[in-house]
DNA sequence: CTGAAAGCGCTTACAG
DNA sequence: CTGAAAGCGCTTACAG
């Protein structure tokens, strides 16, 4: 009365049914040529025909691997802004994944309820295999940690900030030639007069009073030398501070609506700031791209979808994902191996910028 | 010379320091109260102390837990639309998550690349103690299979297709009333002639020429009954499509200039429409809200943000996020204890009506 | 090519 | 209250 179905069949119920050992399904399984291929065969279809699958417990408790990356989100994920551009970023990651059989566990770096260490906490207790960090400040103590662990892990999407830190892997796309782009842009626009929208000092990783995010400075200084190269020059009285947000954007272009006739182009350091100003140069009457042409960055979904749709600098989020679980499963392979481990290095991708109806009038 | 600090301390190591055995480190470290609170004090210093943490896998193999919830992604996640909606939805999800000490593995249902199940494989691989799924079709195989595995799990989001499964978990808002809710709301401002902007058939997981989206065909029966209660009908030149992105309805309504006039209403069944929408209007010179009234369907922060800031259906997403996990967690305790299986239950939210400038003219 | 055996790091009756 | 021992489901030298 065997029941050849049960709900979770172990090796030894297939070695059972096939007649032979443990050892033989394990081998067969894991795709060993010490079996013959015939072997191999007959004990997959057992296997599929029972519905095995490997304990991934039991096996993570031998080969010390999982199965699974962590994906460490940055802080301000909550905030719409942040949040709206990574999922993306997400979607494209876990593609890549997918595609190598890896789960996914995605988590911030500390516990909001009990302040634990996230990370430290999926590391110690062996529950990933490497680290996607997401993050635009650099612990010390984390980066040793790391190492400590033998913990591969990859920092994605933040520049490094400006004392680098040697000998980490990081893939970043390259803000200051973004800002150049739309620089120049400008420049063969023949657009003279520029108003700049940047977040300040409010976007949600920087510390009140604290330097500028370098995400945003770069763009801004990468900006700076696409009109210098021109002659053109950014005054401070055309920057105006938002703060990441479509409303905060619209707010601070209708609170400068004294001498706005002045300007003949508009840079907001992301697309959301884009629309919010697209939106108040429309009710102050200025026509994009006639009057004023626009220029956003991040190339979101939004930016395309937008009336007139936007002008943007594209962030190479697919390149940027690839390159980010390539390198970090590269790194994983390795750590298994015998040879040395390879030196870090930091991969930077190039923007592109999309012209679309804003600044194509 | 035995060095005291480890890469990994297992419970041998906190056992020898602590001249106890495996077993009273086990129970201490589990809160048992077997031991004394003051070994047990003890032995959490030690531990601490040399950075010890449960080895996940060989934890698992025995009590059969893991300390991991698996949230299926709905089909059409990668696009915008989808993808948008949900990352609030995730949000929320993971902060509950994290109070409760549990990991979270993101997930597609199906390999894009293999092909295979992922559900199945995360459930035989044993790799989640539960799942919350976002799927707007119930496939009776998958339901019976998780059944079969006891596997806890509950449906979330998406309302339950025509003819409903009994006995199923699972948590969704009420589109029905959040569409009764913007009808009404029409009405009480006075408006007469509405126009409506709706997905058709196009949502993501809408089969081609199959019967419309419940969750968007459920917001416009609420609608029209709403309106209907105040005596005004919605016919069927009153209804445009769109595709749920912003520029579809742009373009929609562009396309649509002809007897616009007439309206002095639109509602659309999302917040992206939405804005497409009023970006046509204004283009076409009819004024929100004073000579046509905006109501969008999700309350994303975007609504908030556009200006004039957007009159919408909020989707109690902190509370479906709240009451899903809450419920799984449940049964996931349930599961472990002797009484007999809860019985399944539905549980509908309901939404509120947030009103904006867009409404409010 | 194949199997018996040890062991990964825990938990939990069972016996004191 | 505490410990020795069995066992969770695998993998992998080791011996044939």
């Known amino acids: 009365m065997g029941a050849n179905v049960c709900k979770t069949p172990t090796l030894r119920d297939v ?30 279809k057992i296997a ?58 995605v988590s911030f770096l500390a516990n909001r309820f009990t302040g634990d260490n996230n990370m430290r906490r999926l590391v110690r207790r ?22 400590s662990m033998s913990m591969p892990f990859v920092f994605s999407h933040y520049p490094p900030p400006e004392g680098v830190l040697p000998g980490i892997d990081i893939i970043y796309p390259d803000n ?21 929208v940047t977040p300040g000092h409010g976007s949600p990783w920087s510390t009140p009073g604290g330097s500028p995010d370098p995400e945003f400075s770069l763009r801004l200084a990468g900006f700076r030398r696409g009109l210098g190269e021109s002659g053109i020059r950014l005054a401070r009285e055309d920057l105006l501070t938002g703060a990441l947000t479509m409303n905060s954007a619209y707010d601070a272009v209708m609170a400068r609506r004294q001498g706005l006739a002045r300007y003949d ?16 140069l429309r009710d102050l009457g200025r026509k994009v791209p006639q009057d004023v042409a626009v220029i956003g960055y991040d190339d979101t979904d939004l930016a395309e979808s937008m009336r007139p749709s936007l002008t943007t600098v594209h962030q190479p989020r697919e390149e940027l994902s690839l390159a980010t679980c390539e390198h970090l499963l590269e790194l994983i392979r390795l750590s298994r191996g015998v040879g040395a481990p390879p030196s870090a290095r930091s991969i930077v991708l190039a923007p592109r910028l999309i012209v679309r109806e804003s600044s194509s009038g």
Chains 1, 2 share one sequence.
């Open 15 to 44: 070695a059972r049914m096939a007649g032979v050992s443990m050892s033989t399904v394990s081998r067969s399984l894991n795709q060993s040529d010490l079996i013959p291929e015939k072997t191999r065969a007959r004990i997959r």
């Open 48 to 105: 599929d025909q029972i519905g095995f699958e490997f304990n991934s417990h039991a096996r993570s408790l031998i080969t010390r691997r999982v199965g699974t990356i962590g994906l460490i989100l940055p802080p301000g994920y909550e905030s719409f802004g942040v949040s709206f551009y990574h999922a993306t970023l997400h979607n494209a990651l876990r593609s890549v994944l997918e595609s190598n059989d890896f789960d996914l566990i």
């Open 126 to 147: 062996r529950k990933v295999d490497g680290l996607i960090i997401m993050q635009p400040v650099f612990e010390k103590d984390m980066i040793e940690f790391l190492r």
């Open 176 to 196: 200051e030639l973004g800002g150049w782009l739309a620089g120049r842009h400008f420049a063969e626009l023949g657009r003279k007069k520029i108003l700049c």
């Open 265 to 280: 182009g508009l840079f907001a350091l992301n697309d959301l700031m884009a629309m919010g100003a697209m939106l108040a």
